[in-house]
Structure formats: C-alpha cells, structure tokens
Nanobody, 124 residues
Framework: QVQLVESGGGLVQAGGSLRLSCAASGRTFSISAMGWFRQAPGKEREFVAAISWTGGITNYADSVKGRFTISRDNARKTAYLQMNSLKPEDTAVYYC?????????????????WGQGTQVTVSS
C-alpha cells in the first residue's frame, strides 16, 4: 500500500500562486507515476497533471498548460504542483494520486492510490 498526504491548499486571489505538496509513504518503490486531479462542486473529477517517478515525463491538462508545473523529489518521496496565474475556475478540491502501472495517464481509473484532498479557492 501507498499513503498520500497533500498539503499547501488555501485561499488566494486571482492571479496569485500556490504550491501543493504530496508526500508518499509505504511501498513507494512500487510507484510508476504521481499526479493531481481536481473536483469542483457539481462537476466531475478532472485530470490536472502527472509525472513519471523515474524519467520525469510529464502530462498536463490543456486548461493548466503554461500555468501549472508538476515536479517530484525522489529522495523526499514528494510530488509538487506549482500553480501560477490562478483563476477562479481553478477552485476545487485537489487530489494527489499515484499508480503502479500506466505511467502519466489522465483517467481516474488508471490510479491506484488517492489522497484525501486539499481545498484550493481562488477569489475574483
């Protein structure tokens, strides 16, 4: 099993920045990729970004390209999501995810482990 704990969410004004962190523990050697999904009230869960654990391959949703950057620190077993130029439509609960196979996939069913989520609110 792998446990994921997110941190770094909060309230920010439009145009501002936040950095989310996701610390992994447990059988982390089994991780193929980590990433982030988000879910806004009344909407379906949406892919945000993913990164492979070894090769640094990344994948981004079109809605965040050029504004968000995903990275990882293997030694710290932590993934990060740097979010710049935030917009009110970025408001959502952000979930950290990890998988054992499938790489930087963009579908929820491709991920085996999910964190509890952290709230990001962007005010206009």
């Amino acid at each position: 099993q792998v446990q994921l704990v997110e941190s770094g969410g909060g309230l920010v004004q439009a145009g501002g920045s936040l950095r989310l962190s996701c610390a992994a523990s447990g059988r982390t050697f089994s991780i193929s990729a980590m990433g982030w999904f988000r879910q806004a009230p009344g909407k379906e869960r949406e892919f945000v970004a993913a990164i492979s654990w070894t090769g640094g391959i990344t994948n981004y949703a079109d809605s965040v390209k050029g504004r968000f950057t995903i990275s990882r620190d293997n030694a710290r077993k932590t993934a990060y999501l740097q979010m710049n130029s935030l917009k009110p439509e970025d408001t959502a609960v952000y979930y950290c995810v990890a998988n054992r196979y499938g790489g930087v996939a963009d579908q929820p069913y491709e991920y085996d482990y999910w964190g509890q989520g952290t709230q990001v609110t962007v005010s206009s």
